[in-house]
């Protein structure tokens, strides 16, 4: 196997009493770098499953071990280099930007899709070909099913063995009153569906294969199942066995929740239990966060890697940065779309401003979109087709990011009437001189600019809408660029050597 890749190891054991509470297998993965000691869960059937994903190449040894069986097993195994797709783990990087673990930089520009997972195959088939089309690199989505506006189906399983309410009668103007535990459900907790986790896994496993990070939301309010309203002891026993089963996917994130505050269910204590057993019992350590409704969370909590905010306020961003020193995801910023409610029907040219405002600001704000019009398939739902504009544009700024001269962006102040972004660290923005002029909705028909007398920089306009980038020259001291009257305009600037005209790096 490759490095980061995950070894999945699959044993016969004990099936009497409840597998799922009853009995434990542990696995031990040495090599001349790591040791790591994994949990396994039962995947029904009689069948435990431990998985491991190795951090370094090399030989390995590993010895599976619990109440499961009577017996204990070893083996050796060999982990090569990874392939050329095979990054790595996502981590944070430049304290307030992110990396993969071979150091290659991660420019995150996401979208969200709530439960994509338990749609049709042909609906997630299509949702696949959307994402990797659109060129996003990370999704986020919820382990359970949600109730809603334009959420009223049922899943085709459930993650827990039982029956649920009858929701035959659920209407847009009755569905409010389902919200929570209503009467009906009759569920077993301690006892998991593993067909309803390996469906999520199959779906990791596709976008993995896209580069596309799977943001996994394990909690959240919108429900009628009573799955937010579980005890603590459930919540930890189903924490435990998500962490087992979705751990050693390179691809995963852990957002404890989406709108944590809306979660009436769980206190402050919960959520510090919560993120708290993520940081100790993820032999990964993957990227981990928490989002909110209206209040935010104390980011600064050693469990959380970087925030997860809902705002549409993007001139915040830097604020936010200064605050919590860590990377800044605005997760939600209003949806593109044509529904009733505020959040969801923003143009598509306002959503792509937010996505510039926000990147050029040290940010990674979040794409989302919900048109009606097509069957009620809401892609920030459901997946499918995307309708809108703006993720067509979102993929050329991801271009564009792609080229910062060093890992990660940040505000700068040379103009006080446009955003300015200049690289992170203040070094390579004084050698390579690299700064993109942002003009948002104002629509100039030219920019004057003075630099300096002494470097000469290569100047290009960038149309944001048009994704087109057309370079006017090579100047220094004082000069002229023209801008067309149009909005969503950009200039990039970039110093060049003097000896060949190239751009300094």
């Known amino acids: 196997m490759e490095r980061w890749d995950m070894l999945e190891l699959t044993f016969d054991g004990k099936t009497d009493g409840n597998p799922f509470t009853d009995y434990e297998i542990y696995g031990t993965f040495t090599n001349e770098n790591e040791t790591k000691t994994v949990e396994g869960f039962y995947n029904g059937n009689g069948r435990y499953i431990v998985r491991f994903m190795p951090s370094f190449e090399g030989e390995y040894h590993y010895r599976i071990y619990g109440s499961f069986s009577d017996k204990e097993f070893e083996e050796d195994f060999t982990v090569t280099a990874p392939s050329e797709n095979n990054h790595g783990p996502v981590r944070v990087s430049n304290t307030y930007h992110f990396s993969y673990a071979d150091g290659t930089p991660y420019y995150l520009v996401g979208t969200t899709c709530y439960v994509w997972h338990i749609q049709s195959e042909q609906l997630k088939e299509q949702t696949l070909k959307s994402l990797e089309k659109a060129g996003f690199n990370k999704i986020r989505f919820c382990v359970f099913p949600k109730h809603y506006d334009y959420n009223f189906g049922e899943p085709p399983c459930y993650p827990f063995e039982g029956t649920p309410v009858d929701s035959s009668t659920i ?85 404890l929740a989406n709108e944590y505050d809306l979660l009436s269910a769980k206190t402050a204590e919960h959520w510090e239990t919560f993120g708290n057993y993520l940081m100790n019992n993820d032999p990964y350590d993957h990227l981990r966060s928490i989002h909110n409704c209206v209040n935010f969370y104390d980011h600064t909590r050693p469990w959380i890697t970087h925030c997860s905010i809902q705002r549409h306020e993007i001139f915040m961003t830097n604020e936010y940065r200064e605050k919590y020193n860590k990377p800044i995801v605005l997760d939600e910023i209003a949806y593109e779309g044509n529904i009733q409610y505020g959040w969801g029907n923003i143009t598509g040219e306002e959503m792509l401003r937010r996505f510039w405002e926000g990147a050029l600001r040290g940010g990674y704000p979040g794409h989302g979109e919900t048109y009606l019009g097509y069957d009620n398939v809401l892609w920030w739902s459901h997946g499918g087709e995307l309708h809108g504009e703006s993720h067509k544009r979102v993929k050329f700024l991801h271009e564009i990011m792609l080229q910062t001269p060093c890992n990660g962006l940040k505000l700068g102040n040379r103009d006080w009437d446009c955003v300015c972004g200049f690289p992170q660290d203040d070094d390579v923005a004084e050698r390579t001189g690299y700064c993109i002029f942002y003009f948002s909705i104002m629509q100039p028909l030219f920019r004057d600019f003075y630099l300096d007398d002494d470097n000469e920089y290569i100047v290009e306009v960038i149309d944001t809408w048009e994704m087109t980038i057309t370079e006017i020259g090579i100047f220094k001291g004082k000069f002229r660029v023209p801008l067309a009257g149009k909005q969503y305009m950009a200039v990039r600037v970039r110093k060049t050597d003097k000896q060949n005209g190239q751009v300094l790096q």
């Open 171 to 255: 209407t847009s103007e009755n569905f409010s009153q389902f919200n929570g535990d209503p009467e009906g459900n009759n569920w077993d907790f301690s006892r998991f569906n593993p067909e309803y986790f390996r469906n999520i896994e199959r779906c990791i496993t596709e976008l993995q294969k896209l580069g596309i990070e799977a943001d996994i939301i394990i909690f959240h309010p919108y429900d009628r199942w009573g799955f937010s309203m579980m005890d603590m002891e459930s919540d930890m026993r189903y924490l435990k066995y998500l962490t087992a089963r979705l751990s050693a996917y390179r691809n995963v994130w852990w957002s």
